[in-house]
């Protein structure tokens, strides 16, 4: 879904179970997280490796519906141990500007989480309306980011070739009689900016894709509305075929992949993830995480791609996936999957899904915000928290 309008493997699991289930409508940085040390941080945690198993969170072949109802997961992990927390003062934060923040998020009916990371300290943590930290939702197009990481890695495991690559020559020959001459010289590029020139239109065609077999077939079949790589056009189209091409290259769903080499060594694994008619993971969709584990990418990208000293996507590939790479219309550009715009005179990237599933990197400022919330029982379609970034977090800096 467009954000501005609607928008196994089993590895070895070190983390600790039990989270907490409080549901209060505003709840802090709750017990039984760690202790700031008396200089208001706690010790660096350790790195940690997330279990996962695609079998158990792969969600059954969809039949005809692209988008899923939105239900509400239980992360059985609890991972307070892989967090540094401190206070927004330790930090350099003004505190009475991060409760404004949390004072206009907590009087919208539909917010469910604000959180606040500086110096790599996880500061600020809120939870409104019965959410709470373990628990895990759709994030929707926010995923398109996670999938633009996973392609920079495949890239760089020599999987893909290049950016470059076409899609007609990584994906499987089956699929090249869909595709017309022009669709052929799609590049993997043109996918990532979205401008691969395919006809299609955010929030109406899924519902032409949902109703056909082979949804991957489908939108290769879509006429040409602009030649690629010349024409903003948001897409989860292109998203979705992006599932495809990295299946393919690396012989993997997507699922495995992206939890292999870019979630898992974070500590991260999804509680659902949805899959079309032929298997292929939702590309750029129906991913369901905790607002931590969307705080974990963003502290990745921050870091140029580098968790804890292990390098999980290659720092170039983070630089280009948050610079300027398309104009997607005022006051936005476009990286790689990367929503990315100026704010108070601050560059901000941003993982944008639909109905405000927010990770805001803000590098100049040291800074990553998550905002999330509740697309179960909610069509608002509006919010993006870029006034509270604006108004709050950003002044907030001392």
Request: glycine fraction near 8%.
């Amino acid at each position: 879904m467009q954000p501005q309008y609607r928008s196994g493997v089993i590895f070895t699991l070190i983390a600790i179970a039990g989270c907490s289930a409080s549901v209060s409508r505003t709840e802090a940085v709750d017990a039984g997280a760690l202790e700031p040390t008396p200089d208001g941080a706690t010790d660096g945690p350790p790195p940690v490796v997330a279990g996962f198993d695609c079998s158990a969170i792969q969600g059954p072949l969809s039949t005809n519906r692209f988008y899923e109802d939105n239900p509400t997961y239980t992360d059985p992990v609890d991972d307070s141990a892989s967090w540094t927390l401190s206070t927004p003062a330790a930090q350099g934060l003004d505190p009475a500007q991060l409760e404004q923040a949390s004072t206009t998020l907590g009087n919208r009916a539909y917010s469910w989480s604000l959180l606040v990371i500086r110096h790599d300290a996880l500061v600020f943590e809120r939870y409104y309306h019965g959410s709470a930290k373990n628990q895990s939702n759709n994030v929707h197009s926010a995923s398109k980011s996670i999938w633009g990481a996973a392609i920079g890695v495949a890239i760089n495991q020599g999987l893909i070739p290049s950016a470059d690559s076409t899609i007609a020559s990584i994906l499987p020959a089956s699929y090249g009689p869909a595709m017309a001459s022009q669709t052929k010289t799609v590049k993997v590029r043109d996918l990532l900016e979205m401008t691969s020139g395919i006809d299609w239109a955010e929030d109406t065609t899924e519902t032409q894709i949902q109703k056909t077999p082979d949804w991957i077939t489908a939108i290769l079949k879509l006429p040409n509305a602009a030649a690629p790589g010349s024409t903003f056009n948001y897409s989860t189209g292109n998203a979705h075929v992006n599932s495809g091409v990295l299946a393919a290259a690396a012989h993997t769903t997507g699922c495995e992949f992206i939890h292999k080499y870019l979630l898992a060594p974070m500590g991260v694994a999804a509680e659902h993830w949805g899959r079309d008619p032929q298997g292929y993971f939702s590309g750029g969709y129906n991913l369901y995480l905790t607002p931590r584990e969307l705080a974990k990418f963003g502290l990745l990208y921050l870091h140029d791609g580098n968790w804890h000293g292990t390098q999980l996507v290659p720092a170039a590939w983070v630089a280009a996936s948050m610079t300027d790479q398309v104009d997607a219309g005022t006051p936005y550009s476009y990286g790689y999957d990367f929503w990315l715009r100026d704010i108070a005179g601050h560059h901000v990237a941003m993982a944008w899904g639909f109905g405000g599933q927010m990770i805001f990197i803000i590098k100049d400022l040291d800074l990553v915000v998550v905002m999330t919330t509740n697309t179960r029982d909610f069509t608002q379609d509006s919010f993006d928290g870029t006034s509270i970034i604006e108004n709050n977090v950003i002044p907030a800096v001392l």
